[in-house]
Structure formats: structure tokens, C-alpha cells
């Protein structure tokens, strides 16, 4: 299991492969993306990573905003201006409104009449809709509607009548117009329509066919909800698509949804939620969010202690849901939410419900970067929680959080801090290397006379604290081999150490590995050797498994195929593990270890005489990869 943010990066990555695999000189692929203004910074960082990933040079990507709708400083503007800076071409093509030349030729292909003879009513269409594409098109179905465009049978050919129509009698703008048309609908349709607004541009047709209304809400209802929606479909309002219903465009939603009024909107999307909930049972996970959505923007109605507390549950299942995906926005977005509903008394009454709505919430924060709003979330937890062992969530969190910030020593500080509540205390004090001798005897002593296969077949680690360290131990071996080595070598011993005495864990294969290299330090190098093999048969037996070793590959191959095989081995023989472990370790988040492959794998090649252009080309694939993931810690090691 990796946490959030190594999830994020993962999926970064596996898409960006998986563009790469269906994209290619033979097949190209043109991937369109429309409403890019509404798009969430996540969302925009994965559609940079792929757009500028210069071994796909089979990708042409289109994508389509609204430019009255976003600024300078808006997330979109700051990544194109990302996406051009990395040598992408990007071609602006703007698309306005219709000229009247257009606009004319538009309706003489609809009414299918020469051009010359539509100008007069081209005159009037253009004058009203300003060459707005829908406005036009839902203007000449409206003054058809009306009477005020017919066509005749006697002299077969259009006519309309401009004269009669009264100044107020069409409205002037689209929302307007829109709205007109859908007030001039059946009140069953006209509501189905509202429910449809309430619940967002589309919505899948089994969620909507749950929902039984009945009398409905504010004197409107309908017998058959689907019935009414597919009124809507007959009147070019609402499509139909592989199981949902859709509004034609987004206009058309807003129409709808402005006929609510406004101090009314939040009443019906409570009776949404209401209605949504009352049929959640038959397909709950699929329906969580639309539920969770509706109750959201209906939440300042509810006064009920109860109710708030079970959507607060209920936020915070859709917040963990999206976590899993991952999808941390919307995650941050639910957690939020569900923190928003507690009260004062709430970590007293409700207590597993606030520590995990807080401890995740501090998780997500600290994925997205936003250090200051996960900080406030951690103090939360640090005041509130009820022991130690509730606390260490938020630790690993505060940890992670420091390293991404560059503080390795402050991150190994609080560290060993938590090491010493989880009964594991490491030495702060005194002669670094004195103390690392001390450990090192002990861990001689504790191995004695064992046999590899005596070490492989220790029983499993039962005890949860020392579980929590060895992962803890796993985490500070990052920050410790960047500011400390002294300390990473206590690490790896207290590790090497613990696996001996209380079984064996997922980090054990690490520890071997971290044990090796540190006998590889002292010029022991058959007892490296041994370790390091060890780790990998470790790592081999807990990969068949199919349990959490796989995660630990990147940081075992990097100490083995760096500090330990080349003193016996070709370095050569080192370059396709390494460069295997950097692919893993951007495939399980581990960013670190992955980078550090990919120093050594450069390193490694130009120890066994590759051709220094070869060796530049190495260097500039990795720099790539690490200067699209803001890591620029790469740069400075290699």
C-alpha cells in the first residue's frame, strides 16, 4: 500500500505510459478536451505531463476554454505558460462568434434557401444573437415555435414576419431565451429539468430512475421522473448517451437551474439528496457521490445533530473513496466538508469520525502542497487524539511533509522523536561512529551462527508498534542518507536488529539491504554480498506473495546494485536493475529512491567506460523526468 501522494505520482506516470502505448507513428491519437477553464490543477498538472513527454511524438491534443472565464493567475493560464516554456508548440486558434456573412450562410443551409433571399431574416437573427452559435440556432426554433417563421405549402418556400412580433415578446440574451423555451414546457418536463440542473450536467440513467417523486417538491412533481427527462430528449434539450442523461450544453443547464429560485436552490438539493439516499442501497458506491454532493450544497438546512454527524460520515467515505483513486482535490474537497459539519463537542462524542476526518484531511493537504492548511490539521489531531498510537498517522504525515520541503534533518529529529514513544529509542548523543560500532556488534551478535536459510524462514513481525517503526525506520533512511549517513547506519542496524528479534516485516529485505551496505562501508565485503543477495531472495519470496514488497524494490536495488554488488561484481551488470528500479519506483510513488537509481544507473555507466554520449543521453532522459515531477533534488546530485 503506498500513501496519496505516491499514489499521485503513480498515476501521473502509468497514464503517461499508457498514452505512450496507444499513440504511435502507425495509429496516432487526437485526444479533445473541452471546458478546460473548469479544470482542477491535478487535472491540468496530468494533462501537462503527457502533452509535453518528448518520447510521444505521436500525441495532437486539443483542448477548448472559454476565455471571458479566466484570467491571468487563473490555473490554466500559469500551465500553458508552463507547457510552452518546455519547447511545446502550442497553436491559439480563436473561436469567435459568427460574422453575418456566416451567419447568413448558416440559415440558408438550415432552411435550405438561397443565400441571397435570407438576408432580411439574417438581418434580424444576427442583430438579436450577435452571431452566438446557440443563441442563433435556439432563436430560429424559438420564432419558429412562435409562428413568426413558417413555411408555406402554397408557394413552398420560408417566410417570416417580423413586423408582428412584439419588442418583449423573445428575450435578448441565450440564458434567457433558454429559459423562455423551458417554462413553455410541460410542468412535469419543466421539473425533471430542474432535479437534472440540481444534480449537474449529466447524471447516469439508473441513479435518476431511483428517484421517486411523487408530489414532488414546491407544488411541482411527475408521475414518471425517466418519462419527463425523455420529454426533454424529444425537445433537443437533453441527450441521451451510453446510460446518461445529458443537457445538450451547458447553457441549457444553467437555464434550468436558474428557474430554482435562488433561496430556494439549497431546499432542492436537499430533497435531491433525500431522494438520491432512498434508493442508494441497490448500487451505494456508484451513488455515494451524487448523495454526498446534494446533501453538501443543502448542508446550511440541516439543524439536526444526527443528520449532520451522518453526513459527515458520509463525506468522509466519498473523501476516502476518492483517496484510493486517487483523486485528492475532490478527497480534500469531502474531507473538508465533513470537518466543516463537527462541532465543538464532536471529538468527544464522535471521536473515530473526527481523527480520521482530520488525520486524512492532513494527508491530502500535504499532497497537494498546501503545508499550512495540513499543519492546522495536524494540531488538531496532536490536541485531540486520545493516545500516542492515534497520533502516528499524522507523525508519518508530518514527516513525508518535511522531506518534500526539503528539511531531512528536521524530519529525522521528530523521527527518532516518535521512534522512542514506539519503544525503539536511537542514540542522539555522543560519537556518531562509536555508536555505530556499538550497534554493530549487536547486530554481529544477534546473527551468530544462523544460516541464510535460518535467516528467510524467521516467523512473521506480529507486534504493531514495531511494525510502525520498521516503516518509520524505512522513511528516515531517506532523509538520513541525505543529511546524516552516520544515523542512516544506526537506522539500518536498529532495523537489521529488530527483524532478528520480532520476526520479519514488508521493510525486512531493506534492512538486509541497508545492512550489507553499511558492511560494505567497513570493507566487508563477502558479508555485504551475503545481505545483499539475502535481501533480494527477501524481496523475491514477498513478491510471489503478492503482499507490500514490491514497494520496497526501488530502495533495495539502489543500495544493492550501488554499494554493494559493484565491489564484486562488473558495474555493468548493474545498469538494467537499476534502471528496472527507477521505472518501479515511479510506479509506486517512490520518487526518492527512484531518483537515486537514476544517479547511480548515470554514475554506473560512466564507471564501466560507456560512451560519454551515451551517458549524456542517460542524463537528459532522467533530468526530463524529474524536471516534469518539480523534483529538482536530481539536478543538484547528478
Given at each position: ?41 491535478q ?17 495532437l ?18 500551465q500553458l ?15 469567435g ?33 450577435s452571431?452566438n452559435?446557440?443563441f ?16 408555406s ?5 420560408w ?9 418583449n415578446?423573445i ?15 410541460a ?8 432535479v437534472l440542473a ?16 411523487g ?49 430556494d ?7 435531491v ?35 449532520r ?62 503545508f ?18 492515534d ?28 521512534l522512542?514513544q ?35 524462514t524467521i ?6 508498534d ?7 525506520m524505512?522513511?528516515?533512511?531517506v ?17 537489521l ?67 554493494i ?19 518501479s ?38 533530468t ?11 539536478l543538484?546530485?547528478?
Amino acid at each position: 500500500k503506498v500513501d496519496i501522494a505516491q499514489a499521485h505520482y503513480r498515476f501521473k506516470i502509468v497514464f503517461q505510459q499508457f498514452i505512450r502505448a496507444i499513440a504511435t507513428p502507425d495509429q496516432p491519437l487526437v485526444l479533445f478536451l473541452d471546458d478546460l477553464q473548469w479544470a482542477d490543477p491535478q487535472s491540468l498538472s496530468l494533462i501537462e505531463s503527457f502533452t509535453t513527454d518528448k518520447q510521444n511524438k505521436s500525441l495532437l491534443f486539443i483542448g477548448s476554454y472559454r476565455t471571458n472565464e479566466i484570467s491571468e493567475l487563473h490555473p490554466l493560464t500559469v500551465q500553458l505558460r508552463s507547457i510552452e516554456s518546455k519547447g511545446v508548440l502550442v497553436n491559439n486558434v480563436e473561436v469567435g462568434y459568427l460574422s453575418r456573412e456566416d451567419t447568413n450562410e448558416l440559415i440558408s443551409d438550415l432552411i435550405q434557401t438561397s443565400p441571397c433571399l435570407t438576408f432580411s431574416l439574417t438581418d434580424e437573427v444576427h442583430r438579436k444573437t450577435s452571431g452566438n452559435v446557440l443563441f442563433v440556432l435556439q432563436y430560429l426554433k424559438t420564432i419558429y415555435d412562435e409562428g413568426y417563421l413558417v413555411f408555406s405549402s402554397s408557394s413552398k418556400e420560408w417566410k417570416w414576419d417580423f413586423l408582428s412580433m412584439e419588442p418583449n415578446d423573445i428575450p435578448n440574451n441565450t440564458l434567457q431565451l433558454l429559459s423562455y423555451k423551458i417554462k413553455k414546457l410541460a410542468n412535469a418536463t419543466v421539473f425533471a429539468l430542474k432535479v437534472l440542473a440540481c444534480l449537474g450536467f449529466y447524471c447516469e440513467d439508473f441513479i435518476l430512475s431511483s428517484i421517486e417523486v411523487g408530489n414532488g417538491i414546491d407544488g411541482f412533481g411527475c408521475n414518471n421522473f425517466i418519462s419527463s427527462l425523455n420529454a426533454a430528449v424529444k425537445e433537443g434539450l437533453v441527450e441521451y448517451v451510453e446510460s446518461n442523461y445529458m443537457f445538450v450544453h451547458d447553457q441549457i443547464r444553467l437555464a434550468a437551474y436558474s428557474l430554482i429560485p435562488e433561496e430556494d436552490k439549497e431546499k432542492w438539493h436537499l430533497w435531491v439528496g433525500h431522494k438520491l439516499m432512498a434508493g442508494m442501497a441497490s448500487s451505494q458506491e456508484k451513488t455515494l457521490f451524487r448523495v454526498v454532493g446534494q446533501f453538501n450544497r443543502g448542508s446550511m438546512l440541516i439543524n439536526d445533530t444526527q443528520e449532520r454527524i451522518l453526513l459527515a460520515e458520509l463525506n468522509l467515505k466519498a473523501g476516502k473513496t476518492s483517496m484510493a483513486i486517487p483523486a485528492v482535490v475532490p478527497a480534500a474537497y469531502y474531507l473538508k466538508k465533513g470537518i466543516e459539519l463537527l462541532d465543538k463537542s464532536s471529538w468527544k462524542e464522535h471521536y473515530h469520525l473526527s481523527h480520521q476526518l482530520y488525520d486524512h484531511y492532513a494527508e491530502v493537504q500535504y499532497c497537494i502542497g498546501q503545508f499550512q492548511e495540513m499543519n492546522k490539521a495536524l494540531d488538531e489531531v496532536f490536541a485531540c487524539a486520545k493516545c500516542f498510537h492515534d497520533k502516528i498517522g499524522a507523525y508519518f504525515t508530518l514527516i513525508s511533509s518535511l522531506n518534500a520541503q526539503r528539511k531531512p534533518d528536521k524530519a529525522v529529529e521528530l523521527g527518532i522523536a516518535v521512534l522512542s514513544q514506539l519503544g525503539e529509542p536511537i542514540p542522539k548523543y555522543g560519537d556518531v561512529k562509536s555508536i555505530v560500532m556499538v550497534e554493530l556488534a549487536k547486530s554481529k551478535q544477534s546473527i551468530g551462527n544462523k544460516t541464510d536459510d535460518d535467516l528467510l524462514t524467521i516467523d512473521a513481525m506480529k507486534d504493531k508498534d514495531k511494525i510502525h517503526a520498521m516503516r518509520l525506520m524505512y522513511n528516515l533512511a531517506v532523509s538520513s542518507f541525505m543529511c546524516d549517513q552516520g544515523m542512516y547506519c544506526v537506522l539500518a542496524l536498529r532495523m537489521l536488529q529488530m527483524s532478528l528479534c520480532y520476526g520479519l516485516c514488508d521493510a525486512s529485505a531493506f534492512a538486509f539491504a541497508s545492512y550489507g551496505c553499511v558492511l560494505s562501508r567497513i570493507d566487508d565485503f563477502h558479508g555485504a554480498y551475503r545481505f545483499g543477495k539475502l535481501s533480494l531472495r527477501l524481496l523475491g519470496a514477498s513478491e510471489s506473495k503478492k503482499d507490500e514488497g514490491s514497494f520496497f524494490l526501488p530502495g533495495i536495488y539502489f543500495l544493492v546494485q550501488s554499494f554493494i554488488f559493484p565491489w564484486v561484481d562488473q558495474y555493468r551488470a548493474s545498469l538494467k536493475p537499476l534502471e528496472y528500479a527507477f521505472t518501479s519506483g515511479l510506479s509506486y510513488g517512490q520518487i526518492i529512491f527512484s531518483m537515486a537509481n537514476a544517479r547511480a544507473d548515470c554514475y554506473n555507466a560512466f564507471q564501466c567506460g560507456e560512451e560519454l554520449m551515451k551517458v549524456e543521453k542517460r542524463i537528459k532522459k532522467y533530468t526530463k523526468v524529474f524536471s516534469d515531477l518539480k523534483h529538482q533534488l536530481f539536478l543538484q546530485y547528478i
